[in-house]
């Protein structure tokens, strides 16, 4: 019992991980049928913003809340790659709808600028330049509407922008100046330390469950209850929705096609930056952050069925699950009399690159049966 | 070819490749005042990808004991004076970018001498390069042995230099003394053959391994490794670590949530973490384990002080000095020394004159062997919350270097001369 309750828990735990990390793709790859490869480095981005998060609460202003960054550090990780995967989708995604090839291609692309820009940049002017472009976005919001239909508008438009570069400059040089390690660029890796309650682990029946895994489960169940609440009852997941399925149709009816296209890859994007968050509670946060994760994303997206948000889920946790039980040999604790032939094939599998070998092997079985995954999509979209 | 003819013409082409690639090692501080002659060596380590962050500190490292050697008034041959200029070439992270950038470097740049690579895979790549062209590359880091060219001279620590002796440490005087080996590492050739060779060693202690597990590169899912850990050994015992980079703080971080840690018996060697690696892992994750190098920045020598603080001095008051770093600084002068003492820079009369040269490097006293590897003195240390060592053993001298291993079935017996022409590479001694 204990034995199949720990296995449970580390299989939901490696899950989980790749649940976070794969739900943005799920929804850019999955209702957009964009290829995004630049997925991983936008989780880098995430993690690099829990990074700079963290520094910013260990002045003496927000020392205080110290225990609390994580929380905000979702919130910031969220809307920098989310605007940065909107930057993405209007200036080159936006132009190669329906060419998925020239797709891939160019977000590949991006995903070595990416990497490359937080390699030369330091990461308080990189701060900068995201907030710059915030206050941007947001600012215009605020501002009545009329001033905008006003002839001079351009003014109005030139101030918002200058506003925001300023705001952007002091805040770069603010970060700089107060947080010499981000004042330089390096390619180091550095290092998220979570706060002291995040740390060590409890016991229970026995078993030690380490807080940061419990964190990650948390935070994941948070992202699929709200993405799921968020496409199924709210208008715009509706809208949505109906752009998926049909694309013509939507656009006849009166939804503006384009905002949703923003919408969805900034959501994708966000959920993305939520997984760095994630990922940087249990590693280090380097430029190549990203590129381990996205492979796993792509596999459990298309095994658990493109646009479909359960079998995501069923395929990451039994991935998870699938790893725990092959890779750290627990199928023989579990059965330990089992026939000495079956014994040593099961042995022999019991290394962390074999079971992935193995795992990897039985999709590619998997596929050859079901080639749209475990819940294929039916109706239009399949069609075209 | 005299010497004098090889120099215009590596001299020449040397203009050639500086005006062509635009990186002519222009950015020289610290110049020769009273030198009246030139020779440039390569330097290609990975100064991008996944290596850089490593690897960029050797360069460091390099460039500093050039300069040095040049504010001294340089190498002195045939009555000259040479100022030692450099070239040097990224090999980005990417082992086939290594042999074609020593290619460039041999053929194009005409270089004596580079000094190059960390991991094993560059240098298994690099080999052929140099020894079908003859040319003489200085590696160095500590590597997993079994390997013995004429054509490089490796100035790291073979394993009898730092496992073998980690390993009799951690099962005869660690606090986990005569508890079960577990052996963690990357899936690539060190951990592998490291591990191989640690698993004979045990046997022949008369202790036992209950496990060993590799995470492929790239992969940073440490959880089934841990659950291994937990179920092979559930009252404590040694961990032996040849993780790599990034993979380290995933595995340190996640161990100490679960409770593999000192205080519950579980005793971490690492052969890959350095001081450098301590300040990016964070001490907190590592205090209280242990690792073994030649040099350690806490070694309190003069020799050893006094080159911490320069490097400090020519990079920034936060950088920190390591094993690897050493052997890079011992390996400019070396070279030096050989240069000067066969009085020439030709590639077979430095060969020659360089077995049993002695050099007081940082870490004591270290020689050059027939063998192409040096003598070096073994250490090991417990890492301390403040990043750094604290030495608890030493081993009284240097100790002689096994390019072939004496605990592998497959090598043993074997060793490497290269000063008598019937034995080579390989014989049984």
Redesign the interface.
Known sequence: MQLIL?SLF?GV??GS?LLIAALGLAIVFGLMGVINLAHGELMMLGAYSTYVTQLVFKTPLLQPFYNCYVIVSLIVAFLVAGIVGILLERSIIRRLYGNPLETLLATWGVSLILQQFVRSVPLAYASGFIITILIGLILPLIIPKKVHHHSRAYVVKAGVWGISVLFGLLSANWLATSISRIGRAS???V?V?APMWM???FDFLGI?F????LVIIIITIISVFSVTWFLNQSVWGMRIRAVTQNREMSECLGIATNKVDVLTFGIGSGLAGVAGVAVSL???V?P??G??YIVGCFMVVVLGGVGNLLGTIIASFSIGIM??LI????LI?IWPDMPTPLASTVDFF????M??VLIFALIVVFLQFRPSGLFPQKGRMVEN | MTLTKRFVIGLSSIALGASITGCGGGNQTSGCSDCDAEVTVGILHSL?G?M??SE?TLVDTEKMAIEEINAAGGIKVGGKKYEIKYIVEDGASDWPTFAEKSKKLITQDNVPVVFGGWTSASRKAMLPVYESRDAFLYYPIQYEGQECSNNIFYTGATPNQQSEPATEFMFKRSPAAGKPFFLVGS?YVFPRTSNTITKEQVKSLGGTVVGE????L????V???I??IK?ALPNGGVIINTLN???N??FF??I????ITPGNGYYVMSYSIAEEEIS???P?FLSGHYGAWNYMMSINTDASRKFANNFKRRWGSDRVVADPQESAYNMVYLWKAAVEKAGTFDDNSVREALVGIKFDAPQGPVEVMPNHHLSQTVRIGQITSSGQFRILESTDGPVQPQAWNQFEPSSKGYACDWTDNSKGERYRF
């Open positions: 720990e580390n735990a490696i991980v390619a180091r890796n290092d330390t740390r060590g682990g030690t380490p807080v940061t895994r249990l590693g280090s380097g190549n952050v590129g381990s790893t725990d890779g750290a040999g627990r604790s019991a290394t962390t690159s079971a992935r | 991008s996944t850089a962050i960029s899936d597990d590799y995470l492929p790239g992969n940073t899912e959880a089934p490794i659950a291994k179920k980079g990034d993979q703080v995933a971080k996640q100490q949530d679960v409770g990016t892992i964070g907190e």
